[in-house]
């Protein structure tokens, strides 16, 4: 089985973004609905020593678009994060990672397989410890399919999967299939 870096990549993002994004805007509709505020999700963690909501929300946009930016320039360097912002400018952080992966086309994408990478990720620096390791930046060799695989993607779904479980300890009625979106099913 052949998959290119694009199929790899660009829908499986869109996929869990579209996903995500559905979700936010159901919390703004269980919250008018419930008489509360979405902004007050914005600060909330599962645990004390875990990265609050709106962290999560601007990881999902830096492990996708900028992972691809990664990609393609060979040095992970996105953005410095915001912090805490109104529940609707996550929602704008949303709209706008998919816009920009949307804007990607397969010829693009693809142009950039093949090549040797050597990119500084945040890691734990003792993996063996990873729990209590202290993390800074690493330098490791990858080709773009398995920083995609290996470093991408899993930080992607973590932070994703962080803030929709951030949003079901809040109440929100939300299950499995609002996280999963709309498959990509072949045509029947």
């Known amino acids: 089985m052949t ?24 919390a ?5 609905e419930a008489g509360a505020n979405p902004d007050d999700f914005v600060e909330v963690r599962l645990f004390d020593d875990m990265a609050p909501f709106h962290f999560q929300i ?4 830096n492990h996708s678009v900028w992972g691809l930016k990664t990609v393609k320039t060979g040095a992970f360097t996105p ?6 912002m109104p529940f609707s400018d ?3 952080i949303v709209r706008q990672a998919i816009a ?11 142009s950039w397989s093949g090549k040797d990478l050597e990119i500084d990720v945040f890691r734990p ?8 390791s202290k993390w800074g930046p690493q330098r490791l060799a990858f080709t773009p399919e398995t920083y995609l695989l290996t470093y991408s993607l899993p930080n992607f779904y973590f932070h994703v999967v962080t803030a ?14 609002d996280y999963e979106g709309t498959l990509r099913s072949k045509p029947a």
Not at 28 to 32: A, K, L, R, T
Request: proline letters at 9%.
């Open 125 to 132: 620096l003792d993996p063996a410890n990873a729990s209590t």
């Open 164 to 177: 929709y479980n951030i949003l079901r300890a809040q109440g929100m009625p939300i299950g499995k299939g």
């Open 100 to 110: 920009d992966l949307e804007a990607l086309t397969p010829d693009e994408v693809n």
């Open 3 to 26: 998959i290119s870096l694009y199929d790899l990549s660009v829908p499986t993002f869109l996929q869990t973004s579209r996903a995500i994004g559905n979700v936010l805007d159901r």
């Open 28 to 32: 703004v509709q269980y919250c008018g």
């Open 58 to 61: 601007e990881a999902l946009k």
């Open 90 to 92: 996550l929602q704008a």
């Open 79 to 84: 953005p410095p994060l915001v912090g805490p």
